[in-house]
């Protein structure tokens, strides 16, 4: 991947919204994302992302994240393939599998 990104952040309170979707999008989980112009991406994530460090547009260095889901081969098995998002383009994440739950203590 491109050591460029289209935006780049330094705020301490966009970093931090970039790592609560971090957060919410753990390895194997299958999610819905709802983009800032309206788009719906649907999808597997590869992938738990991580914030990493980029060079924007005017040169400047701050924080952006990728995540790369992979469309399921039960919806379109002719077209499966990877999709990259840039997570600070993410409004919502709704997850559609049940996510973990936590195991029962031992003995209940």
Known sequence: MSRNAPR???E???????QERIDL??????VSLLMD???EIEGIVV???SAQLF???DGSEGTNATVRLV??????PESVANTDVWLDRIVLVRRLDPEAQPAPA???
């Not at 301490?12 to 970039?18: D, F, G, K, N, W």
């Not at 999008?25 to 299958?30: C, E, F, V």
């Not at 469309?71 to 379109?76: F, T, V």
């Open 8 to 10: 780049i952040h330094t």
């Open 12 to 18: 301490p309170s966009a970093i931090a919204r970039l």
């Open 25 to 30: 999008l753990p390895g194997g989980a299958h």
């Open 37 to 39: 112009d309206g788009e």
């Open 47 to 49: 992938a738990r992302p």
């Open 55 to 57: 060079f924007g547009p």
């Open 71 to 76: 469309q399921p081969a039960m919806y379109q």
């Open 106 to 108: 031992p003995g209940h």
